[in-house]
């Protein structure tokens, strides 16, 4: 069909009319092939018209002239539980020169499930009336994927919004830099952002979405706070959305998980860039020992052509944390190691450590010695855990010093830093499987988790190094043990570094490709006190070198005890009395703690 023009009256409007439809499956979609091309030409839009709706819902436009070529059109009409049709509206205002063209028009996956004859399986649900069968995960996420609206009975309110009144149990985050917009229609912005919501696929319906425009500056942040909920227990717990990344511009979308209410949390999922004009649904799987909460971020790319869409986000297999309204805080003390903010009554001096559940004092060199002393092992819980292997996406105390100094000190941006990070085999991009660990050492599996310096960031020499908290006092016998993985040709080193106060020494290095699988390595601690251990990573000449370490452990780390009973026959007395085991004697470890058991004299 094309438009020949034979009048030149003002404002002329040539219209083409679908047949009527009853509804459409959610997965529907709609492409044509399109030919605008002139120096007159003007625009032309796609209406959507709803029966009972006024205002027609604009699903497509193409202004001016494309170019002597036919292009593609790909329009998501999603699900449609009403009667429309479609319009094809071409506006002249008074002079038009040139052709304008639309052929192959196709309508995909749009009928609703068939019916099935059954529907056994845990994963799988049926549907009431329609008896379509269709997988649970799409259970209660605001979509009547069934046709009958039996997916979507007897869900719980307070685990969806639709935004269609509100931010339901939803809120702004206010240490963010701005705030979500919730909107009808398209967003202000020609060419990037919806032009209609995910729920009703009309213009009528809202959802979220972050302006991009003056005076938001690159990289300003705008985050949404879920309702707190129960541990996700034995069953896991889903998270799904339906997110819109069209534009230019558009930068970063990503979502966090966090027990504690004033960090940032960890990193659950993201996406970068320009995903097309589409609506496009996210699955999420999590676990959590604690009450968590989940943040949505968005983050401004360096332009206006940068909006980003939220809508109907659902949670399944959750329990809302009813009675608790507040995850605990976090606040940090001079010495970097994280205290709850408000602790019981006590009556312990600044130099002792108040247990957090009994208020009782001990002192500040037994905070952080691999013993729990307090009952509730508060005592040990903000620092370094003896045992890390990663599979929890848990970095298990250790931290990098330089990253959080250059994000505190300068916003800027760290993801071409290099720097240590979690990753796992099925997350390898293509190229990165013959320098980069296929499966973890804890699992052996892809699915496994292990700590990674990538060295597609940085440039040669760069270093990245990752710390314990402060660890206040080990024992004769302590041992760090932990499996590395250095392959690749242009691999650095890894240096395992001891730091008290101002001294920084080397304890144990390697450098080069150590060829294609995990080595274990052992590195003697003994007794010291008040010192950090340093893993620092120095990149090599190119990204073909990714240095990789998963299972580390402190092995008999504890301080030694003074018993109030005498020595064994099979141990032995050191001066300050400690026991040791006659076994110690004279074997150059200064067991004591103060090599009385190596003395000359014995």
């Known amino acids: ?65 494309e170019g002597n070529q036919w292009l593609k059109a790909v329009i998501q009409l999603g699900r449609l539980p009403y009667r429309f049709q479609f319009s094809l509206e071409k506006i002249s205002l008074g002079f038009y020169e040139g052709v304008s063209a639309i052929d192959d028009i196709t309508f995909e996956n749009c009928a609703l499930p068939p019916p099935a004859l059954s529907c056994e399986g845990p994963n799988r649900f049926w549907c009431r009336h329609t008896k379509a069968c269709i997988d649970s995960l799409l259970v209660c996420d605001l979509v009547d994927d069934c046709g009958d609206g039996s997916d979507e009975d007897s869900c719980d309110p307070d685990l969806q919004c639709d935004f269609e009144n509100g931010l339901c149990n939803w809120e702004q985050d206010v240490e963010d830099d701005f705030d979500w917009v919730r909107i009808r229609g398209p967003t202000p912005t020609v060419n990037t952002g919806p032009l209609k919501d995910h729920t009703t696929g009309t213009a009528r319906g809202h959802y979220l979405y972050l302006e991009s425009s003056e005076p938001r500056q690159f990289l300003d942040k705008a985050i949404l706070l879920s309702p707190l ?37 960890w990193l659950l999922w993201y996406k970068f860039g320009n995903q097309e004009n589409r609506w496009i649904r996210q699955t999420l799987f999590i676990r959590s020992s604690k009450p968590f909460q989940i943040l949505v971020k968005g983050t401004v790319g360096d332009g206006f052509t940068g909006d980003i869409g939220l809508d109907d986000v659902s949670f399944l297999g959750c329990t809302l944390c009813n009675g608790e309204r ?39 060199i037994q905070k952080c010695d691999f013993r729990p002393d307090c ?27 330089t990253l959080e100094q250059m994000s505190e000190n300068y916003s800027i941006l760290t993801t071409k830093t290099f720097k240590w990070q979690l990753g796992r085999g099925a997350n390898l ?61 242009t691999i650095g080193s890894l240096e395992v570094l001891y730091k008290s106060s101002n001294k920084t020494s080397k304890l144990w290095t390697q450098s080069g490709s150590q060829g294609p699988q995990w080595n274990r390595a052992e590195v003697f601690l003994g007794i010291r006190s008040d010192f950090q ?60 703690a103060d090599n009385s058991d190596e003395s000359p004299n014995i």
Request: proline residues 5%.
């Open 429 to 489: 991009y293509p190229e990165q499987e013959e320098h980069c660990p296929l499966t973890d050492h804890t699992t052996c599996t892809e699915e496994g988790w292990y700590l990674f310096a990538d060295s597609s960031n940085g440039e040669f020499g760069h270093t990245a190094d990752i710390a314990t908290p402060v660890i206040s006092l080990t024992g004769p016998r302590c041992k760090i043990i932990f499996w590395n993985h250095m392959n690749g040709a």
């Open 229 to 265: 909920f129960n541990p996700a227990g034995n069953g896991t717990c889903v998270f799904r959305f339906h997110y819109h990344m069209f534009g230019k511009q558009v930068y970063k979308l990503s979502v966090f998980q966090r027990t504690v209410s004033n960090t940032k949390g």
């Open 1 to 65: 069909m094309f438009i020949l023009k034979t009048s030149n009256s003002i404002s002329q409007i040539a219209r083409l009319r679908s047949p009527k439809f009853r509804q459409a499956g959610s997965n529907c979609t709609l492409s044509f092939w399109y030919y605008n091309y002139g120096e007159s030409v003007g625009a032309a839009e796609l209406q959507l018209l709803v029966e009972g709706l006024k205002q027609p819902t604009v699903l497509w436009r193409t202004y001016y002239n």
């Open 533 to 592: 251990v340093i893993f620092r990573a120095k990149r090599g000449v190119s990204y073909m070198g990714d240095v990789a370490v998963d299972d580390i452990t402190f092995e008999d780390c504890s301080p030694l005890l003074i018993s109030d009973k005498p020595c064994t026959s099979e141990e032995f007395m050191c001066a300050n009395k400690y026991c040791v085991p006659k076994n110690n004697l004279c074997d150059f470890v200064n067991d004591c």
């Open 375 to 401: 009952s509730d092992k508060s005592d040990e819980s903000a620092c370094v855990m003896e045992v890390c292997d990663f599979e929890d996406k848990d970095l298990c105390g250790w931290h990098q010093p």
């Open 326 to 364: 507040n995850l605990p805080t976090v606040s940090t003390t001079t010495s970097g190691t994280s205290v709850p903010a408000t602790l019981p009554t006590n009556n312990c001096t600044e130099k002792e450590f108040v247990c957090r559940a009994s208020g009782h004092c001990i002192q500040m």
